[in-house]
């Protein structure tokens, strides 16, 4: 169980932050990719694979095409077409092979490979071969990659580890891609049950990979994506399928279900960590409806709501994680946390209390500069002072009779 911590600021109402950033960047990419497709319309045959072309203005995504491919009809595959692509991504300066696959199956803006290919593919024919150079950006990032980290290869069960130099966050990454064609994805309800859980859950296993490279909304936007797939709706769960299969079983659903739920588990970690709060809550809460003893999403739930300030409901939540996960260190340490936490709020609001009644506690011989004298002791240095004014004028009074006899 992650221990990500967001500041007290929440980014999120009931659809989070992170999609209309994401949209915003996606429009602008969209529209400098058009605007290269359009300029690369108008140049001749062959200086086409004569030069590199700036894909976005930045020269930050170069490509130079190695083999046309067939522009008889015009056509180039669109976000979500699955495409069957073959590539293999080097290190530029060096030749070291980062990974290599071939006829592999992506759905095109899923980010299911790096970004500087899934780009690429929108400005490619079928049968296209081409060249990119990639800026860090459109590669591994500012996190790069060391040897023994995962790879993330999408469709791969067990994703296999790099095993070359290490990538830094300067790292240019030089990959040869084609296009071999593509399709337009299908409606989900008319999919068989165990292809849309294969999508489903390649999708989050992939939005796990960002995940754990720190890139929260990237994750986010696979696990949406898988959701697509996953929620359960008219068609393909409950009836006879397209290809006039049979309709699944209730332990198909049932395992439907639980991918659903795994799913919306990963997300609010996600939209915890970009600070999206609201949203995050609204993830665990729908895992807890069908779950009331999760303790992933009792201990998530949890972390969400300290970070919304809510700390009686966090403590609440860390003890019913503790309860249906007792040894699990991680929600013993939530719940220590949250504990301690509430015994600081309670002595801070004791001493608030006194504080307001005058009656905060004073070690003894102390005393305060601005603390009034009580009543008791203005009567008896009142009572005092008498006594000693009527003293003296008694001694005054007799020694005017003595002068004047």
């Known amino acids: 169980m992650s221990e990500g911590q ?24 969209e529209a400098k990719l058009a605007e290269a497709a359009a300029a690369e ?33 015009g056509l180039r595959p669109h976000r979500s077409d699955i495409c069957r692509i073959s590539y293999e991504v080097k290190i ?5 092979l980062v990974e290599k696959r071939d006829q592999v199956k992506i759905y095109l803006g899923d980010n299911e490979v790096l970004q500087g290919l899934d780009l690429a593919l929108t400005l490619m024919y079928k049968g296209e071969e081409c060249l990119l150079q990639m800026s860090p950006r459109f590669g591994y990032g500012d996190t790069g990659l060391k040897p023994g980290e995962s790879l993330g290869l999408v469709g791969e069960v067990d994703s296999p580890k790099y095993k070359g130099p290490a990538i830094s966050p300067d790292t240019w990454l030089e990959a040869r891609l084609e296009l071999h064609d593509w399709a337009e994805e299908p409606e989900h309800e008319t999919l068989p049950i165990a292809e849309r859980m294969e999508t489903g859950t390649r999708r989050r ?22 959701l697509d797939v996953l929620d359960e709706s008219e ?6 399928t397209a290809s006039g299969e049979l309709a699944p079983t209730s332990g198909d659903l049932q395992a439907l279900l639980e991918e659903r739920l795994r799913v919306h588990n990963n997300m609010a970690a996600a939209q915890l960590k970009a600070g999206a709060y609201e949203a995050a809550l609204q993830a665990v809460t729908r895992v807890l409806t069908c779950q009331p003893n999760n303790a992933k999403a009792l201990y998530r739930k949890s972390r969400i709501l300290t970070a919304m300030g809510r700390n009686s409901e966090a403590l609440a939540a860390a003890r019913a994680a503790a309860a249906a996960a007792p040894d699990d ?8 946390r949250c504990e301690q936490k509430a015994n600081r709020d309670r002595s801070v609001e004791r001493r608030l209390a006194k504080r307001m009644l005058g ?14 004298p009580s009543r008791t002791k203005m009567l008896v240095w009142g009572s005092f002072l008498l006594s000693l004014l009527v003293g003296v004028a008694s001694v005054l009074v007799y020694r005017y009779k003595m002068q004047a006899h």
């Open 6 to 29: 967001g500041t007290l600021v929440d980014k999120s109402e009931s659809s989070s932050f992170e999609d209309l950033a994401s949209a915003a960047a996606q429009e602008i990419e």
């Open 41 to 73: 319309k108008e140049k001749p045959a062959e200086a086409k694979t004569d030069e590199w072309q700036d894909v976005l203005g930045s020269g930050t995504l170069l490509k130079k095409i190695l083999k046309a491919g067939d522009e008889s009809d």
């Open 205 to 226: 296993a992939r939005g796990n990979w960002w995940y754990g490279r720190g890139e929260a909304q990237l994750a986010v936007q696979l696990y949406r994506r898988a």
């Open 92 to 96: 530029r300066d060096t030749g070291d």
């Open 359 to 372: 009656t905060t506690d004073q070690p003894k011989g102390a005393s305060s500069p601005d603390k009034k």
């Open 329 to 336: 260190a991680g929600t013993k340490k939530e719940l220590q």
């Open 235 to 240: 068609g393909g769960i409950t009836d006879p």
